[in-house]
Each structure stands twice: as C-alpha cells, then as structure tokens.
C-alpha cells in the first residue's frame, strides 16, 4: 500500500472510516479494562504545533506512549520552523528520523506541503480549513450512544468554520443529512460545500436546522485567530446558541456535541454542557481512542510498504 496520509477524512474511503470507528471503540475497551497493548514500541510521533491545544496534544502523546512508543512536542516557537526554513526541507529532515507527523497549524496549504515532501504518514490536527481528527471522535461518540449515524440528520449551528467544513465531508461519507444554520457572512464557504450539495445544505434558522435533528453541534464563534473579531461576531450570532430551548425542537433524544473548549453563555446556555443528552465529556475523551485507531492505521499501511 502506497504512503497514506490523512490531511481531510476524504483522504479515506468510507470503508475505511467505518474500520477506523470500529477499531476506536475496541481501543476504547482494552484502555478501560487496562489492558496493555503495545503493537509500536520504538516508534516516535512528531507532534508540530503551530497553534495551542489541550485535547489534540495530550490525546496524542498519551495515545502514542499507551501503544509503547514516543512522542515529541515541537513548537514553532522552538524549531527552524518558527523561522523561515522552508516547509518541504523542514519536511524531509523530520520524517527522515520520525515514524508519523501530526501537525496542528492555521494554513490548510502548510499540511499539504508538508506532506507532499514527507516519507512518513501525516496527520492534520487541525487547520483553518479542516478538523478530520475532531470528526472521528464525534462519529465514534455518535455510534456509542446512537448506532449508526448513517441517514440520521445533523445540525451545525454556529461559524462556517474548519469543524463544519469536515462535518459537511463527513456528511457525504457517512450518509447523514447536514443541515447548517450560520448567519448571513459566516457560512462555510462555496468551495468546502458545493462538492457535497447532496448531504448538506443551508438552512435560514438554528430553529429550522433543529427540527428533527438527531445531533446538534457548535463551536465557538471566534475561533483562534478571530478574536479581535470577538463583538461583532457576538451581534451576529445572539440568534445562534445552542440551548434547552433550541434542542427541544429537535428528536427527544437528539445529542448534543460541542469540540471544546466553550464559552458558556456565548454560543451554548450556561448549563448546555451537562444537559441530559449532551456527550461532550464522551466526545473529548474519544480524540484519545479515535485518534489511537487512526495512528495504528496509517502505521501498518507504512509497514505494508517494506
């Protein structure tokens, strides 16, 4: 098998998403029940971060230490990175003495360079543009809970942003219905949504996107890099939380799921977060597990190769 990386989840089949989710919940079970299971011993991720983080770094150097081998923390900050070395020689030197790269940067074009030049597989832990990481774990803690979210209806409300971006592929690849309620200026953009029209689409109202949904997701309305924007968006989106009164037009036991982390009283209610049906806790634990499987993954698909 050829060198795989996974920069948006359409860098899969949907066959092997569905392998993934799967394999995310066996992890899940062996971690519970302290079972040790060690299959990459001697192998190190290369963890670059050019944006903070508290769930993608310690789900990912916690992942990789739990299957017995290493992680390094590399900030830009610290590295040539940080100071003009051209990404594809930043590429090849790193892969050269690592084994998997994840990278968590704002330009989705960085990743993808990155890549191009790399001899091991690459993982996108965020960019401005996508979050593939983020929707295993939502996909995973839907299926726990729910089963199948394939036909089922979701509704994002709230910014345009990478998070939706990916649920609108997630949509097409996993045969759900997106409905997507963003104010006027704040949708996600022609090119992220138009290749994947017949799952998802533009509704007028969080209300409209509600009803009937089976999920409801958000995020914050100001994410990294947008907070001078902080006010005007918080005009824009006052008809856009998530709140008790929101998912009561939805299913009777529509879930409720947010990335984190959130701004209570902003785009969730004070109380959105421990709601009867939220599994937010779930969902942020599951970047552990869902991220474990993917790295397994791309793992023996290198190995394959030798």
């Not at 960019?127 to 729910?146: G, K, Y």
């Not at 953009?189 to 109202?205: G, H, M, R, T, Y």
């Amino acid at each position: 098998m050829a060198l795989r990386h996974f920069l948006t989840l359409s860098d899969l089949s949907s066959a092997e998403l569905e392998q993934i989710i799967t394999r995310a919940q066996e992890l899940k079970r062996l971690q519970h029940e302290r079972k040790i299971y060690q299959p990459f011993i001697g192998k190190v991720l290369g963890m670059i971060f050019e944006k903070s983080s508290t769930r993608t770094r310690v789900s990912f150097e916690a992942g990789m230490s739990q299957f017995g081998g290493h992680a390094i923390f590399l900030s830009s900050r610290d590295t040539q990175l940080g100071r003009g070395e051209p990404i594809e020689d930043s590429a090849r030197i790193i892969s050269s003495m690592l084994d998997i790269v994840m990278i968590r940067t704002f330009g989705h074009d960085i990743i993808e360079r990155f890549a191009a030049h790399s001899s091991v597989p690459v993982i996108n832990a965020l960019t401005d543009d996508h979050h593939p990481c983020q929707l295993l774990a939502d996909i995973q803690t839907f299926v726990e809970h729910r089963g199948s979210i394939r036909g089922k209806t979701v509704a994002w409300i709230g910014d345009g942003n990478n998070m939706c971006n990916s649920y609108i592929e997630a949509a097409h690849l996993w045969g759900f219905k997106l409905k997507i309620a963003s104010p006027t200026g704040y949708e996600p953009k022609a090119e992220f949504l138009n290749p994947f029209a017949d799952s998802a689409k533009i509704v007028a109202s969080a209300q409209e996107a509600a009803q009937d949904a089976d999920l409801i997701v958000t995020d914050v309305w100001a994410s990294m890099g947008q907070e001078e924007e902080q006010k005007i968006r918080e005009k824009a989106f006052k008809d856009y939380q998530v709140n008790e009164t929101l998912m009561q037009i939805a299913h009777p036991d529509c879930l409720f799921m947010h990335c984190l982390p959130a701004h209570r009283g902003e785009e969730i209610s004070e109380n959105m977060l421990d709601y009867k049906n939220s599994v937010v806790w779930d969902e942020g634990e599951n970047r552990l597990h869902a991220q474990k499987a993917l790295i397994e993954f791309l793992l023996n698909a290198q190995l394959e190769t030798h």
